[in-house]
């Protein structure tokens, strides 16, 4: 589905291009895309580095288990596949708490230490595992307690109320993500009806 | 509203404070976990990038030929016909690919008709309640090499369609038009 999606966007868009006649600023198009690529992964490496360096901290503390252990009870029955005390759990549950926040660049970092676990706990294959899918489908539409940026720019506009859609953003989000994994329990209730994982 | 501002500014030094004062605590070599940690970020940063390349470029040809803007307009009254505004679908499609040009497009909603304004309001909570689906899956899958992505796609982007309906119906409820 990815490769279908990722060639074909390409090719509409230069098929498209040929027709329109906007070849030129495909063309542009084409390196500024891949220079900005280059450009957030070089950016990435501050807030790798010390998100990642306060988490060994954190995990050699114990405090990930903690975090673990603490949010059990939700994290079981979602992520029924990871045992209650792997390091998964900790990274997993930091990211969610991260990305209610809106600290969009602490969550990246947990989320793909999870990743890395979680693809452990798969025998290292390349291929997307049960529990990575539903992470993934709560990451992207995670429950955000504070939307931190869209309140600073609704503030710049001269709104008369900048925080009043933290309610909304609240209950839409809450329920985006339980929408979200009852999505992910239909596509996995129809993989293992056809035999697969 | 102060207090909401409050927390998102103290709220990062506060966790970097309780790590390091914790971990003293239970005597971990703290600089030293610190900088071993460190190390595992710049590898990831560097396995992303050829995923990040890939999947921006293709996403820059698609928009650039102008054919996403295409795809917007051809929608555009099929969504309208619901009763959402059609001047925030291109924010709801493009939220999904890229988040840049999503802020922007936010920023440009709350600018032109006003934050307090149906659309204002409508725009900052989609903004606030989804998230850059292609791209969370692009740098997490490929910061640990995993290449058959399965249903994560799907389900993704079945989740983002539902996040922008769920914003309209709650935002409609709470604030009518």
Do not use: C
Request: proline content about 4%.
């Amino acid at each position: 589905m990815v490769n279908i999606i990722w060639v074909m966007m390409a090719l509409i868009g230069i098929v498209f291009a040929a027709v329109n006649g906007t070849m030129d600023e495909v063309n542009a198009a084409i390196f500024k895309g891949a220079k900005e690529a280059v450009t957030i992964s070089i950016g990435m490496i501050s807030i790798l580095v010390f998100w990642l360096g306060l988490m060994k901290i954190a995990e050699e503390a114990g405090l990930l288990k903690a975090l673990g252990t603490l949010a059990k009870p939700i994290v079981k029955r979602l992520f029924p596949e990871v045992p209650p005390n792997h390091p998964a759990m900790g990274y997993i549950v930091s990211n969610m708490i991260a990305n209610m926040f809106g600290l969009g660049n602490a969550a990246t970092p947990m989320g793909i230490k999870a990743m890395e676990e979680l693809k452990k706990l798969n025998g290292n294959k390349d291929v997307a595992s049960r529990s990575m899918v539903t992470f993934l489908a709560i990451n992207t539409s995670s429950i955000t307690l504070i939307p931190a940026t869209v309140i600073s720019i609704r503030m710049t506009y001269g709104s008369a109320a900048p925080g009043e859609i933290i309610g909304t953003t609240l209950v839409a989000s809450a329920l985006g993500t339980i929408g979200a994994v009852f999505i992910d329990r239909y596509y996995y209730w129809k993989r293992s009806r056809r035999g697969g994982r | 509203m102060n207090f909401v501002q409050l927390v998102s500014i103290w709220l990062i030094p506060v966790t970097i404070g309780l790590i390091l004062l914790y971990g003293t605590f239970k005597k971990v070599p703290t600089y030293e976990a610190f900088v071993e940690g460190g190390k595992e970020g710049i590898e990831i940063a560097f396995s992303v990038i050829p995923y990040l390349v890939g999947m921006l470029v293709s996403i820059s040809i698609f928009r650039a030929s102008g054919a996403l803007d295409y795809f917007m307009n051809f929608l555009e009254p099929a969504i309208h016909l619901i009763g959402i505004p059609a001047e925030v679908v291109p924010l709801a499609m493009i939220r999904t690919i890229s988040g840049n040009a999503a802020l922007g497009m936010t920023t440009d909603l709350i600018a032109t008709y006003g934050p307090d304004s149906f659309i204002g309001r409508l725009a900052s909570t989609i903004q606030g309640s989804t998230e850059t689906t292609l791209y969370v899956l692009t740098v997490y899958f490929g910061a640990v090499g995993i290449k058959k992505m399965g249903d994560a796609l799907k389900v993704g982007i079945l989740a983002d369609i539902l996040s922008f309906i769920l914003s309209f119906l709650v935002v409609l409820l709470v604030f009518g038009r």
